[in-house]
T-cell receptor
Framework: GAGVSQTPSNKVTEKGKYVELRCDPISGHTALYWYRQSLGQGPEFLIYFQGTGAADDSGLPNDRFFAVRPEGSVSTLKIQRTERGDSAVYLC????????????FGEGSRLTVL | GQQLNQSPQSMFIQEGEDVSMNCTSSSIFNTWLWYKQEPGEGPVLLIALYKAGELTSNGRLTAQFGITRKDSFLNISASIPSDVGIYFCAGTMDSNYQLIWGAGTKLIIKP
C-alpha cells in the first residue's frame, strides 16, 4: 500500500514478555518516528531515525525499549520485560523531508500488557 | 510533559455550526500543525504553519500561527458529520524537530 503500515494492529501479552512492533514507512521517506499514545493524550515522542541511524532516542522511557532500522526502511520497536504501564498505542510515522511535522502516520499497534 | 494547552477539551455542536479551537503555550514555537485523529487511526495532517501571522486554509478549515508565536487556532466552518474526531495541535520549538502535542479537542456533532 501507499501508506505507513504497522503490524501487528493489536498485541496482547503478559507482563514480563518480549514484544516486537514493526513499521513499514512510505517508500522513499528517509525520516521515521515512533510515538506512543495513551488514551486521552496526544502522541508522545519516542525515537527518530534519519536513514539507518537513530538521530534521537531521547524519548525512549528506559532501557527496556529499543528500536532498529537496519536498512533505512522498515523499523522494529522492541520492548523487553513488558510492564502493564507499557500498554498504549504505538504509532509510527514517516516523512520525506524537513521541516518536521508533515508526518504520515500508520494506524498504530495497540499493545495490551496483562 | 506536554507544554501545549489545547482547548476546549471537547465540543458538542450542531451540524452546520462553525467550530473554533486553540492551542497556547508559554514558549515560542517555530512550527504549528493541526492533525485530526479518528478512532483506530493514526493522526492525519490537516494544516501546517511555518511563519508567525500565517493564515492558511484547507477547504472548510482555517488555521493561523499567532503573531506572538505562542498560540494557534483552528476554525472549521459549516461543520458536517464527518468532521467528528479528535483534533490535535502540535508544534516544534527552536530547531528541535520533536513535535510537542496538545491533549486534543474532541469534536462531537449532535444529530
Amino acid at each position: 500500500g501507499a501508506g505507513v503500515s504497522q503490524t501487528p494492529s493489536n498485541k496482547v501479552t503478559e507482563k514480563g514478555k518480549y514484544v516486537e512492533l514493526r513499521c513499514d514507512p512510505i517508500s522513499g521517506h528517509t525520516a521515521l518516528y515512533w510515538y506512543r499514545q495513551s488514551l486521552g493524550q496526544g502522541p508522545e515522542f519516542l525515537i527518530y531515525f534519519q536513514g539507518t541511524g537513530a538521530a534521537d532516542d531521547s524519548g525512549l522511557p528506559n532501557d527496556r525499549f529499543f528500536a532498529v532500522r537496519p536498512e533505512g526502511s522498515v523499523s522494529t520497536l522492541k520492548i523487553q520485560r513488558t510492564e502493564r504501564g507499557d500498554s498504549a498505542v504505538y504509532l509510527c510515522a514517516s516523512s520525506l523531508r524537513d521541516p518536521p511535522g508533515e508526518l504520515f502516520f500508520g494506524e498504530g499497534s495497540r499493545l495490551t500488557v496483562l | 510533559g506536554q507544554q501545549l494547552n489545547q482547548s476546549p477539551q471537547s465540543m458538542f455542536i450542531q451540524e452546520g455550526e462553525d467550530v473554533s479551537m486553540n492551542c497556547t503555550s508559554s514558549s515560542i514555537f517555530n512550527t504549528w500543525l493541526w492533525y485530526k485523529q479518528e478512532p483506530g487511526e493514526g493522526p492525519v495532517l490537516l494544516i501546517a504553519l511555518y511563519k508567525a501571522g500565517e493564515l492558511t486554509s484547507n477547504g472548510r478549515l482555517t488555521a493561523q500561527f499567532g503573531i506572538t508565536r505562542k498560540d494557534s487556532f483552528l476554525n472549521i466552518s459549516a461543520s458536517i458529520p464527518s468532521d467528528v474526531g479528535i483534533y490535535f495541535c502540535a508544534g516544534t520549538m527552536d530547531s528541535n524537530y520533536q513535535l510537542i502535542w496538545g491533549a486534543g479537542t474532541k469534536l462531537i456533532i449532535k444529530p
